[in-house]
C-alpha cells in the first residue's frame, strides 16, 4: 500500500543519514519531510564533481535543489546554508524499488571515491 511504501522509504532514507553523518565533509540539508527524498551537499565540492564521480558508478543524483534550476538555491540560501554547502548539494531521490544495497552503495562511493578522492 501507499502507506507501507511511504514508511519503507521513510525508514530508507533514515538509515542512508545514519551513515552519511558518520562522515566527514557530508552536509544533510533540511528537515527531510519528503520520505523519499534527501537533500546532501559535500561541502567544498561542487555538484558536478559529485554527480560525475556517482554517474560512473552508475548512481542517478540530481543537482541543486528542485527549487533552483540553474542557480543558487533561494530556499537553501533562507536555510542559512553557506554558498559552500549550496554549491556542493545534490539530491537523492528513491522509490518502492529502491533498496538498501543500493543506498549502502551510494554511501560507499560517497565515502571511498568522493570524500576518500577530494577530502
Do not use: Y
Not at 519528503?34 to 561542487?46: E, M, Q, V, W
Not at 559529485?50 to 530556499?75: E, P, T
Request: proline share 3%.
Amino acid at each position: 500500500t501507499f502507506k507501507e511504501d511511504i514508511a519503507r522509504e521513510a525508514e530508507l532514507i533514515n538509515s542512508l543519514i545514519e551513515k552519511l553523518c558518520k562522515l566527514d565533509g557530508v552536509v544533510i540539508n533540511g528537515a527531510h519531510q519528503a520520505p523519499h527524498i534527501l537533500s546532501l551537499a559535500i561541502a567544498g565540492l561542487p555538484t558536478q564533481n559529485s554527480i560525475n564521480i556517482l554517474q560512473d558508478a552508475g548512481i542517478c543524483v540530481s543537482a541543486g535543489s528542485a527549487c533552483a534550476k540553474g542557480h543558487r538555491s533561494h530556499v537553501m540560501t533562507a536555510m542559512g546554508l553557506s554558498p559552500e554547502v549550496i554549491d556542493g548539494s545534490f539530491r537523492v531521490s528513491i522509490s518502492r524499488d529502491t533498496t538498501a544495497d543500493e543506498l549502502d552503495r551510494l554511501a560507499e562511493v560517497i565515502e571511498k571515491d568522493i570524500i576518500g578522492r577530494f577530502l
